[in-house]
């Protein structure tokens, strides 16, 4: 099974994306352009395309974090998604993992 990304509202196969421009990744958004067209890509979506095509540029000069921000996030909210999947929540789980995600400083959540 081919891993999706989430492009705004549309589900994308990684196969179908040919390139990503991370030039605005500071402003909060990407670029994605796939077989048939491009797309803007902001918030946590454009975060996790970075993460899954460029982790290093997630780190260094680019982008930074508050100290300890990911603490809660993988203390409390790891646990909290397992138990909502295990009872069965699992749409709530993504999103309360989405949710608790740390922002790097001066990201924005939208465009």
Known sequence: MTKSLKLG?????????????IWELEKGFVTVKITNGSFIV????ALEIV???????MEGKRLSWNPHAWAFHNLIAHPVVQILAWMNLKKQAIRFHDWTTPKPIGFKNGR
């Open 42 to 45: 902001s918030g946590f979506d």
């Open 9 to 21: 509202s549309h589900l994308v196969p990684i196969d179908n994306i040919l390139e990503v421009d």
């Open 51 to 57: 993460w899954w095509f460029k982790p290093s540029s």
